[in-house]
């Protein structure tokens, strides 16, 4: 237990150990109560893996080539929250950075750096399988809600970074809890978060629903 804690705290692998320490501080005030953990709500949009870059997603026209947007879809994000995938794919890149560390750099930094490309990339898939599982679950639980709230015809913001053709989640608020749900565009190549969008038609075998962006203010 000792050599894994002085690997941690080695200089090489200690950013990542303190980014691992915020992750299981959030978790640790989740289980204590401090924090709010919706599965089916604001969690998965209120969080944001790049920052300042929301405002730019209306000028990744092409879907096919929104490169960013693929990276989110294949971590699940969208599907899952996004505090559950990044917990995942935090953990696994520190527990690949000590192995890496360990081992094969002999405590270089520049080969440390050069290591945390393919760890990110091994962390990626692993974190993809890992929280599938969630997404059944999830689809579960917001069936639930919709079963008893009409969800064509009404209002939604978009809470991902952006919603395409192949990706995407809005939020219905209600006088509960509000409901997430999977959306995707037909008339426009995307939208950016915030975007306010009109639920028009719903795809029950892939469960999520077209929508269509709306200037007026939401009405319901």
């Known amino acids: 237990m000792s050599e894994v804690f002085l690997e941690a705290v080695r200089p090489i692998n200690l950013p990542l150990t ?12 989740v289980a204590l109560g401090a924090f709010t953990l919706d599965l089916e709500g604001d ?8 920052g300042g870059h929301d405002g730019d997603a209306h000028h990744h026209a092409d879907a ?20 559950i995938v990044c917990s995942i794919l935090v953990l696994c890149i520190w527990l ?9 750099t002999g405590g270089s930094l ?3 750096l050069g ?5 990110f990339l091994v962390s990626a898939v692993v974190t993809r399988y890992v929280t599938m599982p969630f997404k059944p679950l999830l689809r579960a639980m917001n069936r ?19 919603a ?3 990706f995407g989640q809005a939020r219905i608020d209600t006088k509960g809890s509000p409901i997430v749900i999977n959306v995707r565009l037909r008339t426009v190549a995307s939208l950016p978060r915030g975007a306010t969008c009109l639920v028009v038609e719903e795809d029950k075998a892939n469960s999520f629903y077209f929508v269509v962006p709306v200037t007026s203010e939401k009405i319901d």
């Open 18 to 29: 303190v980014l691992l320490a915020v992750v299981a501080g959030y978790w640790l005030l």
């Open 43 to 50: 969690i998965g949009g209120h969080a944001d893996l790049h």
């Open 64 to 83: 096919d080539s929104g490169w960013f947007s693929s990276v989110l879809h294949f971590v699940n994000i969208g599907e899952v929250p996004v505090t």
């Open 96 to 104: 690949g950075s000590m192995i890496a560390n360990h081992y094969w």
């Open 110 to 112: 520049a080969l440390g």
């Open 115 to 119: 290591a945390l490309v393919p760890i």
């Open 144 to 162: 639930e809600g919709e079963e008893h709230t009409p969800v064509v015809g009404r209002t939604c913001e978009i809470i991902t970074s952006e």
């Open 164 to 166: 395409t053709a192949q």
